[in-house]
């Protein structure tokens, strides 16, 4: 078995797969940019196992065919990427509470011939804040956007017992569609607030976690204004962006320059793939061999 330190060629590897090795992958359209495979790849061959992640361009109208396929090839696990969390639901055979309740999976596992569906993108965003000691129980939480990325954090803080989540998006009709979608049984209080309105800069500045959940800052567009104006940011907070190309957006550097405290989105990716690994192998994620093959793969791309 390789040492945590070192990284497996598993280009290599692969060049090795035979009759028995089981195909694992990831379902989206396009798939093409996907920085799964090498993570997944590196974490198999770091352990040693017969074990290959394979991305599968899906097109839509083909979806209910390529889950079939799961089940007659016999594919252990797929993650699912961008159109279908939502709409891979209807084909799967039972869903975890967190894919049930946000209408939503990422991944898929199966087994004895059933696929049950999970969310780990929230779980994968927990993890990341709490390997650089930070958590949301108690705390006061702003989400700025309301989409898939917003639910699936909106959820897993809410679960970790945050204090009061505010969610902040330019149409306030989202946020306040998603506020309802979470709400229920929910102690925490949640409030929402379109990002022109005057509760937007209140609700920013007294949290204690602010997380960008948009796309404000992906490259290429890199240069344009922060989601939130700097002057609404300050020392104290932990300030996250989800996005991982760039890893230091123009928020996350403006947060800095305020005296927060940052967290970019290769973490929340690299544990939220973790935990599907985990899900498929039995077998305890190498965490560190992952992150590394995402930085490297990441060094490759125009940022």
Request: aromatic share 6%.
């Amino acid at each position: 078995m390789m040492t945590m330190d070192a990284q497996p060629d598993w280009q290599s590897w692969c060049a090795g797969l035979n009759g028995k090795t089981t195909v694992t992958g990831v379902f989206g359209w396009p798939v093409e940019h996907s920085l799964s495979p090498p993570m997944h790849n590196a974490a198999f061959a770091a352990l040693g196992l017969n074990w290959a992640y394979v991305p599968f361009p899906v097109q839509p109208e083909e979806l209910r065919a390529a889950i079939a396929g799961v089940r007659a090839l016999g594919i252990r696990g797929v993650n699912v990427t961008i159109p279908h969390k939502s709409a891979v639901i209807e084909f799967l055979d039972e869903l975890d509470d967190v894919a049930a309740t946000l209408e939503a999976a990422n991944t898929i596992d199966v087994c004895d011939g059933r696929l049950t569906g999970y969310n780990t993108d929230g779980p994968g965003f927990v993890a990341s804040m709490r390997e650089i000691g930070w958590s949301a129980a108690g705390r006061a939480v702003t989400i700025i956007g309301a989409g898939g990325s917003s639910r699936a954090v909106a959820a897993a803080v809410l679960r970790e017992q945050a204090g009061r989540l505010s969610i902040i998006n330019r149409t306030p009709a989202k946020a306040e569609a998603l506020a309802l979608l979470l709400s229920s049984g929910q102690a925490a209080q949640i409030t929402t607030a379109g990002l022109a309105a005057a509760h937007a800069e209140e609700w920013v500045r007294e949290a204690e976690i602010v997380v960008d959940c948009t796309s404000v800052g992906m490259y290429p567009h890199v240069d344009v204004a922060p989601v939130v104006p700097a002057g609404w940011l300050h020392e104290g907070q932990l300030v996250c962006d989800l996005t991982y190309n760039p890893r230091h957006t123009v928020l996350l550097k403006v947060a800095q320059q305020r005296g927060a405290e940052t967290l970019d989105g290769t973490g929340m990716l690299v544990h939220q793939g973790a935990i599907a690994f985990e899900q498929w192998t039995g077998q305890p994620a190498p965490i560190e061999i992952m992150r590394q093959a995402l930085l490297n793969a990441l060094q490759q791309r125009p940022a």
